[in-house]
C-alpha cells in the first residue's frame, strides 16, 4: 500500500510562506490516486485544506486557505506539494497528506482517504 512522508513544516512568521511535500516512499506513483492535505489543530477536528482528484481533475481548496495556499504535483509522479503563502496564527496546525481511491463527492473529507503521512508541524508565530 501506498507509503507516504511529510516534509517541510517548521515555523514561520505571520505573512510569511512555506512549501510542504508529501512523497510516496514505495514504488507507487500518485497521478493514479485522488491526494490531499489536510489539517488538524490542537482541540479541533481534520479538515480539508486542499484536495485534487486522479490527474489532478477537480481541485479543490477550504474556505480559510482560498487564495493563499497551492496543490501542485511533481512531473515524476511521486510527490506532491502544498504552497502556503500569507500564513497567520489561524494556520498553526499539524499537516497530513494523504491518497486514495476517493470520490469526487468525498474529495476533500478525510474519511474518503486510506493512506496517510505521519504529519508535519507547522507554527505561525511572532
Known amino acids: 500500500h501506498l507509503q507516504l512522508v511529510e516534509s517541510g513544516g517548521g515555523p514561520v512568521p505571520p505573512g510569511g510562506s512555506l512549501t510542504l511535500s508529501c512523497e510516496s516512499t514505495?514504488?507507487?506513483?500518485?497521478?493514479?490516486?485522488?491526494i490531499g492535505w489536510f489539517r488538524q489543530a490542537p482541540g479541533k477536528e481534520r479538515e480539508g485544506v486542499a484536495c485534487?482528484?486522479?490527474?489532478?481533475?477537480?481541485?479543490r481548496y477550504g474556505d480559510s486557505v482560498k487564495g493563499r495556499f497551492t496543490i501542485s504535483r511533481s512531473d515524476n509522479k511521486r510527490t506532491i506539494y502544498l504552497r502556503m503563502d500569507n500564513l497567520t496564527a489561524e494556520d498553526t496546525a499539524v499537516y497530513y497528506c494523504?491518497?486514495?481511491?476517493?470520490?469526487?463527492?468525498?474529495?476533500?473529507?478525510?474519511?474518503?482517504?486510506?493512506?496517510w503521512g505521519q504529519g508535519t508541524q507547522v507554527t505561525v508565530s511572532s
Open positions: 514505495n514504488r507507487y506513483m500518485l497521478d493514479m490516486y485522488g
Open positions: 485534487s482528484a486522479v490527474r489532478g481533475g477537480d481541485i
Open positions: 494523504a491518497a486514495g481511491y476517493v470520490t469526487v463527492q468525498a474529495l476533500c473529507l478525510p474519511h474518503g482517504y486510506n493512506s
